[in-house]
């Protein structure tokens, strides 16, 4: 994948995702898009011309992404749209600063989904949105069963199920998720264009992947044994919208006693002197 290029399948997710923004009424005045190097720097372009008097914020957190999405989507001072869109800041939202956050094909990558979807929340005001989306469970079933065949370590990590993220989201303090998912299947005409086309998807972030780096005759053989299958990957995608209600406050815990307990205090009380 060139640089400063994002992965042409998170660019596709992105566009579709996109397309359920058409059953949301809410006009956000201030939105972060997380990670856009990765979720689809074309997908930017079309979030702007949707709320193009909206702020955004940018959350990357690599320098070299910092200075790509910055290369890619700050505008000079003497563009003429510089004066006509929304303001873009290049950091993580404050507290409460956004009413919606996008993320793009991120949340399978981390390795505490949780703790990620806290911080989404905390950016996001009351009463706004979320939309994500991410890998799921199905994903590379081919490559799988391949790996498994040859006795070798699994090509990728688990995915999770959309059923969990619901319960990840609720756990977390949204409301109302919403999940979907969709099956893709992509095909190629040659193993290497099947490989260049993996590489540039994310990483094995397996614990029991390849402890080391495998070399040419490895290539060759996993070459070998894809031309030996149809040449396709198949991917699970999830697509995920939930918002961040008013916030709920606990009520002291009570005690519950019997009537005959609730008698014998009232007899306490009537028999106690008045120096008690």
Same mark, same amino acid.
């Given at each position: 994948?060139?640089?400063?290029?994002?992965?042409?399948?998170?660019?596709e997710v992105a566009?579709?995702?996109?397309?359920?923004?058409?059953?949301i009424k809410l006009?956000?005045?201030?939105?972060?898009?997380?990670?856009?190097?990765?979720?689809?720097?074309?997908?930017? #372009?079309?979030?702007?011309?949707?709320?193009?008097? =909206?702020?955004?914020?940018? +959350? *990357?957190? /690599? @320098?070299?992404?910092?200075?790509?999405?910055?290369?890619?989507?700050?505008?000079?001072?003497?563009?003429?749209?510089?004066?006509?869109?929304?303001?873009?800041?290049?950091?993580?939202?404050?507290?409460? #600063?956004?009413?919606?956050?996008?993320?793009?094909? =991120?949340?399978?990558?981390? +390795? *505490?989904? /949780? @703790?990620?979807?806290?911080?989404?929340?905390?950016?996001?005001?009351?009463?706004?949105?979320?939309?994500?989306?991410?890998?799921?469970?199905?994903?590379?079933?081919?490559?799988?069963?391949?790996?498994?065949?040859?006795?070798?370590?699994?090509?990728?990590?688990?995915?999770?199920?959309?059923?969990?993220?619901?319960?990840?989201?609720?756990?977390?303090?949204?409301?109302?998720?919403?999940?979907?998912?969709?099956?893709?299947?992509?095909?190629?005409?040659?193993?290497?264009?099947?490989?260049?086309?993996?590489?540039?998807?994310?990483?094995?972030?397996?614990?029991?992947?390849?402890?080391?780096?495998?070399?040419?005759?490895?290539?060759?053989?996993?070459?070998?044994?894809?031309?030996?299958?149809?040449?396709?990957?198949?991917?699970?995608?999830?697509?995920?919208?939930?918002?961040?209600?008013?916030?709920?406050?606990?009520?002291?815990?009570?005690?519950?006693?019997?009537?005959?307990?609730?008698?014998?205090?009232?007899?306490?009380?009537?028999?106690?002197?008045?120096?008690?």
């Amino acid at each position: 994948m060139p640089a400063g290029m994002s992965p042409w399948l998170h660019e596709e997710v992105a566009r579709r995702m996109q397309e359920r923004l058409d059953w949301i009424k809410l006009q956000p005045q201030h939105w972060a898009h997380w990670e856009p190097v990765r979720g689809g720097l074309q997908a930017h #372009a079309g979030l702007t011309r949707r709320y193009p008097q =909206a702020g955004c914020y940018v +959350a *990357e957190f /690599q @320098a070299d992404r910092v200075e790509m999405a910055a290369s890619a989507l700050g505008k000079p001072w003497w563009h003429p749209s510089r004066w006509r869109a929304g303001s873009v800041q290049f950091r993580e939202p404050a507290e409460g #600063a956004v009413q919606m956050l996008w993320s793009n094909m =991120a949340l399978h990558m981390t +390795a *505490e989904p /949780q @703790a990620l979807m806290a911080r989404w929340h905390r950016a996001l005001t009351v009463d706004g949105f979320l939309m994500f989306s991410c890998l799921g469970p199905d994903t590379l079933q081919e490559l799988r069963q391949l790996y498994r065949s040859l006795g070798w370590p699994a090509p990728s990590h688990e995915f999770t199920d959309m059923h969990d993220w619901g319960d990840m989201l609720l756990a977390t303090g949204f409301a109302q998720p919403v999940m979907d998912m969709e099956r893709v299947t992509l095909t190629f005409e040659t193993p290497q264009r099947l490989l260049d086309e993996l590489r540039g998807l994310g990483r094995n972030l397996h614990p029991q992947r390849f402890p080391g780096l495998r070399g040419r005759r490895w290539r060759e053989q996993l070459e070998q044994a894809l031309a030996g299958q149809p040449l396709q990957l198949s991917f699970e995608l999830i697509y995920g919208h939930a918002i961040k209600p008013q916030p709920t406050f606990a009520v002291s815990a009570q005690r519950e006693i019997s009537l005959p307990e609730m008698r014998a205090a009232l007899a306490r009380g009537k028999t106690a002197g008045p120096g008690r």
